[in-house]
């Protein structure tokens, strides 16, 4: 009867070892409107860093072509290079700005939704 051993149901087990120390809070709405505007605004950056890059169309039409002639030549292909990777620059800031904008949206369309007037905390 020594031997048994009963287990101890008010032992937390260790993979809820930090469970108790997570914050359930929610942002506020001042955070919020804060993260959106910050949101927006890098995303009005990129969007101006696009704009300043001469000749857009052509650097994406020519992308095929010149990842073509990187495989043809490697050696010569060094000012291909540069166009390439303006290029993935103009579609990832591209995708980058829409998500952006997307996301600093919806977090002002979730604020104004739960209240008609918005009032920080």
Do not use: H, Q, W
Not at 28 to 47: A, D, N, P, T
Not at 75 to 83: G, H, M, Q, R, T
Request: net charge positive; charged share 25%.
């Amino acid at each position: 009867m020594t031997d048994l051993k009963i287990p101890n149901l008010n032992k937390n087990s260790d993979k809820f070892f930090f469970k108790k120390k997570l914050s359930y809070r929610r942002k506020s709405k001042r955070k919020m409107i804060k993260e959106s505007l910050i949101m927006l605004f890098i995303c009005i950056f990129i969007i101006y860093i696009n704009y300043l890059i001469p000749n857009k169309l052509t650097i994406l039409n020519n992308l095929s072509i010149n990842l073509k002639k990187l495989t043809i030549n490697a050696l010569d292909s060094l000012p291909f290079i540069y166009e390439i990777c303006l290029a993935i620059f103009i579609v990832i800031s591209s995708i980058i700005a829409f998500i952006l904008v997307l996301g600093s949206f919806y977090r002002i369309y979730k604020i104004s939704r739960k209240n008609k007037r918005i009032i920080f905390k």
